[in-house]
């Protein structure tokens, strides 16, 4: 089984960063895409990003060259980098590594 804990979530003004991490333990498959979906109120949970150590990294649209996504592969952590944050990019943001799920972490961008 794999474990995931998020950290870096919080209140944020508009234009403002944050920058999330989130690590991993347990059977970690040696092939593997870490990445970050989130889910806003009253809609469904999509991908923000995801990087994967044999085929690259994939960016959603409306976050594209706001934020980065990264990875320590020694420290089994992925990160996502936000910048110029905006109101509707406030949800719950959870990590996913191969199918498992954290338990999310609140981002709330809001003067």
């Known amino acids: 089984q794999v474990q995931l804990v998020e950290s870096g979530g919080g209140l944020v003004q508009p234009g403002g960063s944050l920058r999330l991490s989130c690590a991993a333990s347990g059977r970690i498959s040696r092939f593997n895409t870490m990445g970050w979906y989130r889910q806003a109120p009253g809609k469904e949970r999509e991908l923000v990003a995801t990087?994967?150590?044999?085929?690259?990294?994939v960016y959603a649209g409306s976050v594209k060259g706001r934020f980065t996504i990264s990875r320590d592969n020694g420290k089994n952590t992925v990160y996502l980098q936000m910048n110029s944050l905006k109101p509707e990019d406030t949800a719950v943001y959870y990590c996913n590594l191969n199918g498992a799920w954290g338990q999310g972490t609140l981002v709330t961008v809001s003067s």
């Open positions: 990087d994967s150590n044999f085929g690259g990294t």
